[in-house]
T-cell receptor
Framework: AQSVTQLGSHVSVSEGALVLLRCNYS??????LFWYVQYPNQGLQLLLK??????LVKGINGFEAEFKKSETSFHLTKPSAHMSDAAEYFC????????????FGQGTTLQVKP | SQTIHQWPATLVQPVGSPLSLECTVE??????LYWYRQAAGRGLQLLFY??????ISSEVPQNLSASRPQDRQFILSSKKLLLSDSGFYLC????????FGPGTRLLVL
């Protein structure tokens, strides 16, 4: 069975610092991997996704993630945090070829300090 | 382009009252549709998903039900609300990637 673990329910960084949000997954088949962002009282917005091909995926708002099969990881990074990046971030996995059903991690709340 | 709508945006209901939340998708046909609940401080819980009209799969036994009367319409219902039904309800549609609606905040008092 597939599962997703996000290490750290809360991450705090200073404005301008590197953002690193960790995600590890377990899957018996090559997965599709996703990162979503949720601002307060809003729905989830797709940041980026990995399906096949290049393992370094670039998304919106300057975020990127790298699929590392050997480490079963899909960590999200951004070189320089902005105050507007403060939100909750969800990593999700879907087995390749699935109809789109996702398994989500528990989420990581990113706080950005001025 | 595709858009997804949910209403109402906010709802306050007494315990024991019925519930109907609606989700509609525009700009696509035969999408997979999903209902999630997000309780305060917790992650996303998949409640129901549908791969076609009248086809509903329930992920968690509970006080809620779902229906898909039309291709791009997904309804979440309850006959009698419980306090524990409070939360933020999200609808999503997908082919390969899931896209989420704006959500409905439900408070049961």
């Amino acid at each position: 069975a597939q599962s997703v673990t996000q290490l750290g329910s809360h991450v705090s960084v200073s404005e301008g610092a590197l953002v690193l949000l960790r995600c590890n997954y377990s899957s018996s088949v090559p997965p599709y991997l996703f990162w979503y962002v949720q601002y307060p009282n809003q729905g989830l917005q797709l940041l980026l996704k990995y399906t096949t091909g290049a393992t370094l995926v670039k998304g919106i708002n300057g975020f990127e993630a790298e699929f590392k099969k050997s480490e079963t990881s899909f960590h999200l990074t951004k070189p320089s945090a902005h105050m507007s990046d403060a939100a909750e971030y969800f990593c999700a996995v879907s087995p390749a070829g699935n109809t789109g059903k996702l398994i989500f991690g528990q989420g990581t709340t990113l706080q950005v300090k001025p | 382009s595709q858009t997804i709508h949910q209403w109402p945006a906010t709802l306050v209901q007494p315990v024991g009252s019925p519930l109907s939340l609606e989700c509609t998708v525009e700009g696509t046909s035969n999408p997979n549709l999903y209902w999630y609940r997000q309780a305060a401080g917790r992650g996303l819980q998949l409640l129901f998903y549908s791969v076609g009209i009248g086809q509903i799969s329930s992920e968690v036994p509970q006080n809620l039900s779902a229906s898909r009367p039309q291709d791009r319409q997904f309804i979440l219902s309850s006959k009698k609300l419980l306090l524990s039904d409070s939360g933020f309800y999200l609808c999503a549609w997908s082919r390969e990637t899931q896209y989420f609606g704006p959500g409905t905040r439900l408070l049961v008092l």
